[in-house]
């Protein structure tokens, strides 16, 4: 008897082995392929989104082949419209902000210095701090190298581009193998909550993609028209930001007002506060009003839930991380509710128990 049982344990403990062995691995290699990995996943996000109009087509009797490449024709002969009418007049001012960049940086600096006269109690605070106003703001070349930075292979990026629009193609015009291997992943008794699931994070995911395509196109219009009022330089660069700013919920703003009120700077201190004074406003009026009516049919999420998963996202992959972390957020959502919320017996004194929590002496 006592050999069966000695097996037994040493069948336990060699499985257990491998499989931590298995696991361990497992680990090992995604996170060595992990850029990949997000590039796949950010290529099934926008695939579920363009699949969403094609299969609509494909419901009215379309075949999905042509309602396919009449969805991808409308997508790059937008993107090259747009492309042709703007690009070559971004480029341009992109050019004279570089090539103007010391000289921002000069003028910006003697503003601030010269507004900092008028507070002597605050500027000797600085001084015996041993901060001065250039190492304060960053240097000419650190700048310049920064933005170099940006830059990568043409070649590899080429190809990459190229790996993602043929996973985005793949799926959406020959959807079937993937789904299918999605649903092999639950078992049998559980594949009505994974489709219902997969089901919600798809309104989602287009309810979040209408909204940033709407809020950026009106953020973008307003920021020109203001900076070129004003006469900020780069002000189709910087309209331009504002039109992704979106993609990146809450750090989006800094990212998109932050710049143009360092140039505006280089003009004025005025000039620079009425600029960061519109895009405080702004951002009120897209943050608490615009947006939130936009996505409020698709997109029931906490602000909260988007900004911890932001910066868990950000934290962990960096800017890839961040343009993911609002559909990550809506598809834990959607298996959330679907997988845990929906088993959970109705509470009908949850309001009251919400109250007393929240107005508890």
Known sequence: MSLPQHNRLFETIKSTILYITGLTLLLFFTFKI???VLLVIFALVLGIIISAPVSRFEKRGMK???ASLIIFIIIFGLSIGLG???VPHITN???VLISNLPTYYTSASNHIASTLKNYPEFNREIQDSGVSIGSAMPSVGKTIIGLGNFSFGLIGGIFLFIVFVCLVVFYVTHPQP??????SLFQPRKRESAKNAMQHTTIMLVGWMKSNLIGGAIQSVLVYAFL???NV??????AALAFFSELIPKLGFYIMAIPPTLVALSISPLT??????????LNELVSDFLMPKLRSSTMNIHPVSSLVMLLAMGAAFGLTGALLATPMAAIIKAFYEEFYLKKLPEDPEMDQRIEEIIYSK
């Open 178 to 183: 993937i789904v299918e291997l999605y649903l």
């Open 272 to 281: 620079a506060f009425w600029c960061l004074l519109f895009f405080l406003l």
């Open 228 to 230: 070129s009022i004003i």
């Open 93 to 95: 001012q992109l050019d």
């Open 233 to 238: 330089p780069g002000a189709l660069v910087w």
């Open 34 to 36: 992990i850029s990949i």
């Open 84 to 86: 042709w009418l703007i």
């Open 64 to 66: 999905r082949w042509l």
